[in-house]
């Protein structure tokens, strides 16, 4: 064993007894190659072809319902190098999906600006009004967008 590397890993693998699943997603959180499938308050299943038997997934389980089942060598590799793979390619996932949102959020900020200019183009003696109006149009986008933050933003609107 060669210590620079971390300890050995058994060739093994998780296994959820199906009955005594609760659905509670803390496996599915635990993964770190994704190899654990379900929804909450549904019974979650191991993609074998990817479970690396890293034995993450097993303390978060309430319920201790997950087993770590010896595999053969063969079997344990050809699921590492498969999760190596799936790892990888969640990453560029998630990093296009980072992407994906930094552009939305350019164009709110475009629209944002378009209406203040706008609103300068436009603006009557009574700037702080015009200000106000802004904020208060601003905010109401923001609610459309977000809906965890309503209740603050709408005692935001109040507050002008």
């Known amino acids: 064993m ?4 971390g300890p050995n890993i058994a060739n093994q693998k998780a296994f959820i007894i199906e009955d005594e699943c609760i659905g509670c997603k803390k496996c599915i959180d635990a993964c770190p190659v994704d190899a654990i499938h379900g929804a909450s308050n ?5 993609i074998d072809d990817l479970c690396t038997g890293c034995e993450l997934c097993v303390p978060p389980c309430p319920v201790d319902c997950i087993e770590l089942v010896q595999v053969n ?24 999906r980072i992407k994906e949102r930094s552009i939305v959020d350019q164009d709110n900020n475009l629209k944002i600006g378009k209406e203040i200019n706008k609103q300068l183009n436009y603006r009557s003696l009574d700037k702080e009004k015009n200000i106000k109006n802004l904020q208060r149009k601003i905010l109401m986008g923001r609610i459309d967008e977000d809906k965890d933050d309503v209740e603050f933003i709408n005692n935001l609107i109040d507050k002008l």
């Open 2 to 5: 060669d210590m620079d590397f």
């Open 42 to 46: 549904l019974m979650h299943s191991v």
């Open 73 to 96: 060598e063969n079997a344990s590799l050809a699921a590492r190098n498969n999760s190596e793979e799936w790892f990888q390619n969640t990453i560029k996932l998630r990093q296009r």
